[in-house]
């Protein structure tokens, strides 16, 4: 009898699963497919195809797959490798409490490239994909001009403080939080435009506001002080930048692919004003799938005429750990980290630490979280480029998930610990 096995059915998104098929005949073909479809009813599909070892057995942490979505042994791969059916669509978990992705796995006897009713599983399984653990409390944050939402870890605490923040859409993205809260870390999801009340677009970076959100995080008596952490994706990343510069309460920050200069909207802190590099759109590049590619677009940050809109991390009494895609096409992020450290070395300044991933894209995020090289961005009047080939960009995504942990409880305290 034919069996598939995902062990466990239930689990956080950024864990791994063991798939296994039994009952097969030595030397099978046969194809494992996966399918989701997410919040906004589109739906991504994944597919290898394997042959079965003499015993009749294919299991992914030894078998080699010969081809599909990717080819050789990929434990998670059926993850990573998940493709929209609509072009240019990003998968985001939203309601990250109320329900997990749900997951199909299939096997099917034969190479299958495009299952159809015709086509019949030999077996199927359901997984479960969560961005919470059980017990981690959800509450949303509108307290002053702050605006966000706070994970808290089950448990009397105290727990290390985290800030969290994405680029430039926009909005709130929770997902990540979720995930963090659900290591131990108390974790504001923060917005900063484009969000209820807040301004509908990004004018200035007004640094008091993330004072604000960094002081509200700290006086909450499940959170642990002195100091709190940051970590930022894009324009969170120049924020998260600015932010381990000039604020006090801030002793870690992590700044995932984003600039080291203050670009396109200028910074105003108390009597601290940093202008903005300009952004100049008719240096867009546009590819063979209308798509915009944008490193070209910022103002270059060498050129004397843009020399006062660095942010001065020679200031930050933190650490600071810069995670870059060599493939970004979105920045050049490894040239601003690279630059960035360089002036804090200048300055006698030894508080950086670079990770750098060959082929990995924009957009790295917790593990196993498919590869968007290109999506709507809000605002934007076409699809924007992010880069990243699949394989070297899921291994990023696992590695420096674990470095970013690891960095943020050696410089606040370990954290607490939950598991589904």
């Known amino acids: 009898m034919v069996q598939l096995t995902v062990t466990p059915e239930i689990s956080l998104a950024d864990s ?63 993850f990573w490798s998940l493709k929209p059916e609509k072009m240019f669509h990003r998968l985001i978990k939203r309601d990250v409490i109320g329900s997990p992705f749900h997951i199909q796995i299939s096997l099917f006897g034969s190479f299958v490239l495009m299952p159809s009713t015709k086509d019949t599983p030999l077996a199927t399984c359901s997984i479960e994909r969560w961005f919470v653990a059980p017990g981690v409390e959800r509450f949303q944050i509108k307290e002053g001009r702050v605006r966000g939402t706070l994970f808290l870890p089950p448990g009397p605490g105290p727990f290390p403080g985290v800030i969290d923040m994405f680029g430039g859409g926009g909005g709130l993205i929770e997902f990540r ?22 301004p509908r677009t990004l004018v200035e970076v007004n640094l008091q506001y993330f004072e604000d959100a960094a002081k509200l ?51 105003h802190f108390r009597d601290i004003y940093i202008p903005a590099v300009p952004y100049y759109p008719e240096k867009f590049l546009i590819n063979s799938m209308g798509a915009l590619y944008g490193c070209h677009i910022i103002g270059d940050p060498q050129d004397e005429a843009h020399q006062d809109s660095a942010i001065p991390l020679e200031k930050a009494q933190g650490q600071v750990l810069f995670v870059v895609g060599e493939d970004d096409h979105a920045f050049s992020s490894k040239w601003f980290a690279e630059s960035a450290i360089a002036r804090a070395k200048k300055y006698g300044k030894n508080n950086c630490t670079l990770l750098s991933y060959p082929k990995a894209g924009h957009l790295i995020e917790p593990p196993y979280s498919p590869l968007c090289i290109c999506s709507w961005i809000s605002g934007s009047p076409k699809p924007t480029q992010w880069g990243g080939e699949m394989e070297p960009h899921a291994k990023a995504q696992e590695h420096s998930w674990k470095e970013i942990q690891k960095f943020l409880e050696l410089h606040l305290g370990p954290a607490g610990s939950s598991s589904v």
């Open 217 to 267: 995080l700290l006086k909450h008596p499940k959170v642990r002080g002195p100091g709190l952490g940051v970590i930022g994706l894009s324009k969170g990343s120049e924020i998260a930048l600015a932010m381990a510069s000039f604020l006090e309460q801030v002793v870690a920050a992590v700044c995932i692919n984003g600039t080291t200069t203050m670009n396109g909207a200028p910074l």
């Open 16 to 78: 791994p699963v063991w798939i296994q098929a039994f009952g097969l005949t030595p030397s099978q073909p046969v194809t494992l497919h996966s399918s989701l479809i997410d919040e906004k009813g589109v739906k991504f599909e994944a597919r290898a195809f394997y042959y079965a070892n003499e015993a009749g057995e294919v299991d992914v942490k030894e078998a080699s797959a010969v081809g599909g979505d990717y080819a050789g042994v990929c434990p998670m791969g059926l």
């Open 177 to 198: 939080a979720g995930l963090l809260a659900s290591k131990g870390f108390a974790v504001l999801a923060l917005a900063y435009f484009a969000y209820e009340d807040l």
